[in-house]
């Protein structure tokens, strides 16, 4: 018990230092304060989806470092023909300037949801989600002009094969990240405009309560999902 | 004595989160199938896992009876031989093992045992067990497909898992082998975020992180582990199924098959393996950090004495975690890495065995001069610490890089991965359902039957995996289907012969213990709240069983840690966690 009073300091309050940050983590109720536990949940979530990601990217940074095949020149694949003359990365471009605005709109959307107006949060999140519709859109349009060049995931013109197996891969496996992000985004939004939040109207399905922090939860998904797009596109687009 | 006050509650924070309505069920339906109550997941994940895990247990059988008596039983073909090793490795580990762990005992005992009324999000708990249900149906369904399942060994190594050669590689075997550990990885991925922040958000006042009992910081770090190894297992999959469906080539080398060139060419069968052993082995310490925990508690309470440096066996628990991560590549040692990385990752293994020591001698200490009852749970207790001793040992062996050469591929490595991770673990399951069947149902399982199942399976357990070692020594290889007299010496064939009769006993031990579980549900001793008088949260719920939201109308509020056994000067022998009690202080600031 004389160790317990060493501990605690001269007024028996919190101990101090290393001690201190230790017994501040693990206090009780909760580790992490003023936390909810959804936000906490996604947190946690995206914790390990970047994991997924990191290691799609290195099995992909593998491949392409071990291949004895020419990689294909990223600039010449991805340009487009545009009034005579080859703009390299051009779609890229625009593509990750349209999501790169979508996570505008909904960090817009989440302030929106913090002064509960229940309208503008509705919009926004429609708007970031017609955005998210957009890329993806794009995206397949990407798809299309390369399958339609002779790009498989066995094998294309220019050189190793592993490069559409890991380009339709990953930019697969992000894209349905949008998709479901899209899906979601739409749900909630509809929840907002119908009131939920405000009259606290159970959800159909899991019988959740849910209130405006839905949007704040659902942006830290969809900003992840726009931060790995900017990885994508630096070891893929840019390498 | 400056912390003690003269209020019981003094020195408790008031409660941070009002106190949530639960979505109680009104239909039967919704009850009892499509239940949120975490007690229910539980039940339903630990059924559905041991169901599963009788098939492998079947499968195991064939497979001795195949080594054992060679040439006896023609309907076990090579390639019937491949497919049992591969399900029975799969099913053991994977929808056996991490399942009842993590699913069974972690749904059951984190919202009983830090207080809460249940899981964070019962929705996603619930839809985790129906999709996990699902994983282990589509696994079922590969026995029923032309060509059967997968016989591509439990570790799936391409490029053989997806040619010809292999059985179901070419068939609907492997591909369903994968569907399937996919969707177990995102079921388990929705149960274990549930996991992780109810113990670490949704504790009850007074609580802390340092006053839960060890089995809830082994599983939680177990399931923090899952959440972060079992993507490389998901990429690895995702990868193969494209290999296998699609035909890129992530991991398939040029290659010629009868003949005849395939079209696969400059992928790398090695990266497989790093994804594959970077979930792989984290994947050993998911299994075994819930059993260190259970097995911390179960000491602790019959040995009727405070687990010995709860601190250090906290810290132990994490740095295992931790460490787990960066010794993967142990498992590869003759795959022509290059040496060095040979040296780097033998020594992160061998660092392992610190604290892994450090968790082993203070079970030995809190058993010392403890008031020891030789009850089920330590009995069973007791033969974990032996065994997980013993597969240690045998660890250190194949840990080093010049030991494990020639030990590689035998049956020795076979018998330290069994004794290591499928007994010791096992083990510790059995003991945590005597332990607590009773707060599950009301009643104590038949000690009898329990006394003939617990000798039966420990010495049977030695009587198979002892002399396998042996086997292993004299360089019995792994995975071959028939090993006759002509290749291996009489006294060899004669062990395998006396190994496989051991593990027909031990198996049909393991029905005993199941017929136990059912009958002791009507016929077992009333067991009362606390039959062990035990001090965590579980033992102190109104009611047993407890009902949804397990505590009534209030809460209950902590003031202790998990293990004041035999504190002098008490009035009963253990003082509950939520009892205000004597002013006696225990707690572990650090």
Redesign the interface.
Known sequence: ?AD??V??GPQ?GR?EGL?GF??D?????????K????K??MW??L???T??F???LV?YM??RS????AWPNASEVFALHIGGADLPLILIAIMTFVLISSSGTMAMAVNCAYRKQRRNTALLMIATAALGATFVGMQAFEWSKLISEGVR??GNPWG???F??SFF?ITG?HGTHVSIGVIFLLIVAARVWKGDFDSGRRSW????KGDYEAVEIMGLYWHFVDLVWVFIFAFFYLW | MANVSDRPDAGIPPAEVPDLPLPHPHTWWGRYVFSQDAKYIAIQYSGTAIAIGLVGLVLSWLMRLQLGFPGIFDFITPEAYYQFITMHGMIMVIYLLTAIFLGGFGNYLIPLMVGARDMVFPFVNMLSYWIYLLAVLVLVASFFVPGGPTGAGWTLYPPQAILSGTPGGQGAGIILMLVSLILFIIGFTMGGLNYVVTVLQARTRGMTLMRMPLTVWGIFTATVMALLAFPALFVACVMMLFDRLLGTSFFMPALVELGETLSYGGGSPIVFQHLFWFFGHPEVYIVALPAFGIVSDLISVHARKNIFGYRMMVWAIVIIGALSFIVWAHHMYVSGMHPYFGFFFATTTLIIAVPTAIKVYNWVLTLWKGDIHLTLPMLFAIAFIVTFANGGLTGLFLGNVVVDVPLSDTMFVVAHFHMVMGVAPILVIFGAIYHWYPKMTGRMLNEAMGQIHFWVTFIGAYAIFFPMHYVGLVGVPRRYPEIDASFITTPVAGLNAFISVAALVVGAAQVLFLFNLLWSLRAGRAAGPNPWRACSLEWQTPDTPPVHGNWGKDLPVVYRWAYDYSVPGAPEDFIAQNDPGPRIEKDVPL
Do not use: N, Y
Request: a neutral charge.
């Open positions: 018990m317990a009073r501990r605690h028996g101990p001690e230790v017994s983590w693990g206090s009780d109720q909760r580790t992490f304060k936390v909810s536990w959804g906490a949940m946690i979530f914790l390990s989806d994991f997924v990191s290691i799609f099995s593998s491949a071990s291949t004895v095949d995931p066995w190793a094969a592993q559409g197996a891969m496996f399905l899991c019988r959740e």
